[in-house]
């Protein structure tokens, strides 16, 4: 049995087919959903491995209160009397939510509703601040609504696609093949990426520039005085569907009265700007696609704006091929904006700072209690908890002690806060080890409602399988929290049907056109059409009842004239500042295979394979300033927190003075990998958005006494007392990467203490090395091996010992020798769809592939996905 459904990933929101096992209540596959108009098909490596991330193992699946398992009934009443003896004694203002773009449509709003109609606070926030609040600002001042005005298919329509502050062909991989398709088929499409790194992105890329960090606002201010002084403003458009032009134009050339002066502020070739502003110029089917390197900026609504400019000076908007695109990270940040999910939202893409607004809310949800002010954004918010002037807050779906910037401040927070309460599906992340009260909520393949995807295209995400334990869906906690506290009437939801007719009624309440935002098509649908639903892009109503690709077409925009606006751009250095302490520039990001903080990616062996421990990428010239060889372990830090990393040594890919770090990884997967603790928390003054991308670090050789790797059978419970630590899941056990800075002067004692007993053992005193293992009857338990990190071999043939009933002789005289018997060593995994490593691509290379497709065809690399070709084509050209 097949059934369709959404991948839970990041933003392109993919269709999906699971395939069903009629009587296991298990999922055997899934596959990508060929009539889905998001990806037609393909999925990336994360979609095509949902399967393998199921199951009960590592789940909440029950109730916990103060650690002690406790029934439903017991665990809702301890939240809400929690919350209402805080708003009691303190205020409503005292309490908050802390939402996630992981959640579906129907759990925000019914969250929304009971905090900002009923508890009367709009301390209700979500993750989605740290990766869209200064795109959706940038559209606000623009547009007078949060409106994306383009869809997917202008990718493919456009001559011209300006990648800015995205990897989109490890982030949103799915959309880069689409780009690439279409540039097959387009000889006349150029491809610009913006990007201070040279990632994956740039193997479409005809032009690629490399700016200096946080540089976009005057590259696109620049941009727009280019235009204007060269006559290429569309001046019939500017005069009569906008507003501010005058200003924003004086101001960009009094900033920028030439082209040198621009490239000097962003650090680039005099010669690769003329080419990019030439093209610009030149090519009207302009599409500027743009994500957190544009929006994770003390500036980042400013650079949403820049960019806006631009398309509003030329016309290119509402238009095929053309248009300011904001990707979004989250496959439901859309709809969390839709309902608003923000602290200064209100539903609907209603304002908080609107009184005509306040009313019509209250009255359709016969509130009696409505928030009347914008409540703490995200930053702001752990840092209200810490003060003491919120004292119980509700987090749901989502890692703050990990993902928010100085994260360490966040657990003191959570640690000082009277009441945490933590709605999550695992049973293990950092934020839930600080929770006073856990629920089990459903995830993925159990849940049922609905999401929207970056075009505004709203899909469902159906339920595949029953709830693992006693895990519920987070509208129904929510209600029956609401109910508990007295407003039942309002919160008597039996089914997510009726929570989308209601936030579709509420879209279409008193609107009439003057709010972007409107399904009110679907405002009587019944639970038979809410289960068919297919996927639409809103706006769908009387007037557009089959949905809306693209808008602006008719060039009315939702501001008090109706016209679109111009903001005036004062370019702003970022508020995290090399200095002498710290002189590197930290950026951060997403990596192929993993997703946020791995609650769910970390749960299958094969997304490690691609990257399976933490690292620093720099500059081949800053690693020979600092003595840092390839595969060492160095030391970032500032004066917030440090993080221990693998180096990852490239030529010109990363900038000189800067590195970059994956987001990932987290206190469940390694001892000092939690990126945000480095982070400052600086924030854009109109968003509240995070500086994410330009932290200040300095960079040390952690200098290890001695290394090694331990791979276990069952994971460890407790983590080992070393200075580093990393875990990588296995199909039969649990690796780990070991290194401490302290001497192992007896490692068969450590072992024994910390392992258990030493059945196998072979030491070389000469070399400060030795092999351990222990066995349980005949079966193998644990091995650990300490030898320098250069000498550690692959582990595959280590995986195939623990699967075995009992260890054969050879076995054992393998796990001396740390020889690997038949199976041979992969190398670097490039393509995890097929499992092919760099070894077989560059044995294939040298026996005569010369092309992507030559190695498709014989290895399968690089057919499915295409989220590796980029590699591959960086093995050719090594190659060849």
Not at 38 to 54: D, F, I, P, Q, T
Not at 731 to 760: F, M, N, P
């Amino acid at each position: 049995m097949h059934k369709n459904t959404t991948c839970p990933y990041c933003g392109v929101g993919c269709g999906v087919k699971a395939e069903i096992a009629d009587t296991e209540n298990s999922i055997v596959g899934v596959k990508g959903n060929k009539e889905h108009p998001a990806n037609y098909g393909r999925l990336c490596v994360k979609g095509s491995s949902l399967n393998e991330v199921l199951g009960s193992e590592g789940r909440l699946l029950s109730p916990r209160v103060k650690g002690e398992q406790v029934d439903w009934d017991s665990a809702l009443e301890t939240v809400a009397e929690g919350f209402i003896g805080t708003v009691m004694e303190h205020g409503s203002d005292s309490v908050a939510l802390y939402l996630s773009g992981q959640l579906l449509t129907e759990d925000y709003y019914v969250a929304n509703k009971l905090m900002k109609g009923f508890v009367g606070t709009a301390n209700v926030d979500t993750n989605s601040r740290l990766c869209m609040s200064s795109a959706v600002a940038g559209y606000k001042r623009a547009f007078g609504s949060d409106s994306v005005p383009c869809c997917y298919e202008d990718l493919e329509l456009a001559d011209l696609i300006v990648i800015t502050g995205s990897n989109t062909a490890w982030n949103h991989p799915i959309l880069f093949q689409r780009m690439k398709a279409a540039k097959s088929k387009n000889p006349n499409m150029k491809v610009v990426v913006i990007d201070p790194r040279r990632t994956a992105t740039c193997d479409i890329a005809d032009l690629h520039l490399q700016l200096k960090p946080d540089s976009d606002t005057s590259l696109f201010t620049g941009l727009l005085a280019y235009l204007s002084s060269n006559g290429q403003i569309n001046s019939e458009y500017v005069d009569l569907y906008t507003e501010g032009f005058e200003v924003a134009e004086a101001k960009a050339c009094s900033l920028f009265p030439d082209i040198e002066s621009v490239a000097a502020a962003c650090d680039l070739l005099l010669s690769d700007l003329q080419t990019f502003f030439d093209w610009y110029s030149e090519t009207d089917k302009t599409v500027s696609f743009y994500s957190q390197g544009v929006n994770q900026s003390a500036s980042g609504t400013d650079n949403s704006n820049a960019i806006i400019n631009c398309h509003l000076a030329t016309g290119r908007i509402g238009r095929e091929g053309a248009g300011p695109f904001s990707i979004t990270g989250q496959p439901n940040a859309m709809g969390g904006r839709e309902v608003g999910g923000l602290a200064n939202q209100l539903a609907a893409h209603m304002e908080l700072t609107s009184e005509e607004s306040l009313d019509r809310v209250k009255r359709f949800w016969n509130a009696p209690n409505m928030a009347t002010e914008e409540g703490y954004k995200a930053v702001d918010l752990f840092e209200a908890i810490e003060e003491g002037k919120v004292k119980a807050v509700w987090i749901m779906g989502t890692n703050p002690a990990v993902s928010l910037p100085n994260a360490d401040q966040v657990v003191r927070a959570l640690k000082k806060c009277p009441l945490v309460v933590v709605s999550d599906c695992m049973a293990n992340t950092d934020t839930l080890d600080l929770a006073d009260v856990c629920l089990p909520a459903t995830g993925w393949s159990e849940k049922n409602g609905t999401v929207t995807n970056s075009e505004r295209r709203i899909s469902r995400q159906r339920s595949l399988l029953p709830p693992s334990g006693e895990a519920k869906p987070d509208w129904w906690i929510i209600s029956e929290v609401a109910k508990r506290m007295g407003y039942g009437d309002a919160f008597s939801y039996e089914h997510p049907y009726q929570i989308f007719s209601e936030h579709a009624a509420l879209s279409g309440f008193e609107n009439n056109g003057s709010r972007d935002f409107d399904i009110s098509m679907f405002q009587d649908i019944d639970e038979k059409s809410y289960d068919e639903l297919k996927p639409v892009q809103w706006p769908v109503n009387q007037d557009a009842p089959y949905g809306t690709a693209r808008m602006f077409a008719d060039g009315k925009f939702f501001t008090p004239s109706g016209k679109a606006r111009f903001v005036s751009i004062d370019p702003k250095l970022p508020l995290q500042l090399p200095s002498e302490d710290t002189p590197f520039v930290m950026n951060t990001g997403r990596i192929r295979d993993q997703w946020h903080t791995m609650a769910m990616t970390g749960r299958t062996s094969r997304l490690f394979q691609h990257r399976d421990e933490p690292f620093v990428e720099l500059n081949k010239a800053d690693a020979f300033k600092l003595g840092v060889e390839e595969g060492e372990l160095v030391k970032v830090s500032n004066f917030q927190a440090e993080y221990i990393g693998r180096a990852r040594v490239v030529e010109d890919d990363q900038r000189r003075g800067e590195i970059f770090v994956p987001m990932h990884w987290n206190g469940q997967f390694s001892s000092k990998a939690r990126m945000g603790a480095l982070v400052q928390p600086k924030v854009d003054p109109l968003s509240g958005q995070p500086e994410g991308k330009h932290a200040v670090v300095k960079i040390d050789l952690l200098r290890p006494a001695w290394q090694g790797w331990l791979m276990c059978k069952e994971a460890l419970t407790e983590a080992l007392p070393v200075e580093y630590w990393s875990k990588v899941p296995k199909e039969t056990a649990s690796l780990y990467y070991l290194a401490d800075t302290q001497e192992l002067d007896d490692g068969l004692k450590w072992c024994r203490e910390h392992l258990g007993e030493v059945d196998i053992w072979l030491e070389d005193k000469g070399s400060n090395s030795f092999r351990a293992a222990g066995l349980n009857g005949e079966q193998l338990e644990w091995a650990f091996f300490v030898m320098p990190y250069g000498q550690i071999p692959s582990t595959m043939w280590m995986e195939e010992m623990f699967a075995e009933a009992e260890l054969s002789i050879d076995q054992r005289r393998y796990l001396l020798s740390v020889t690997g018997c038949e199976l041979e060593d992969p190398g670097e995994m490039i393509c995890s769809c097929y499992q092919v490593g760099s070894n077989a691509i560059e044995d294939a290379i040298s026996q005569g592939c010369k092309s992507v497709d030559a190695l498709g065809a014989k290895l399968k690399c690089g057919t499915n996905c295409g989220s590796c070709i980029p590699e591959l084509n960086g093995l050719l050209a090594k190659q060849l």
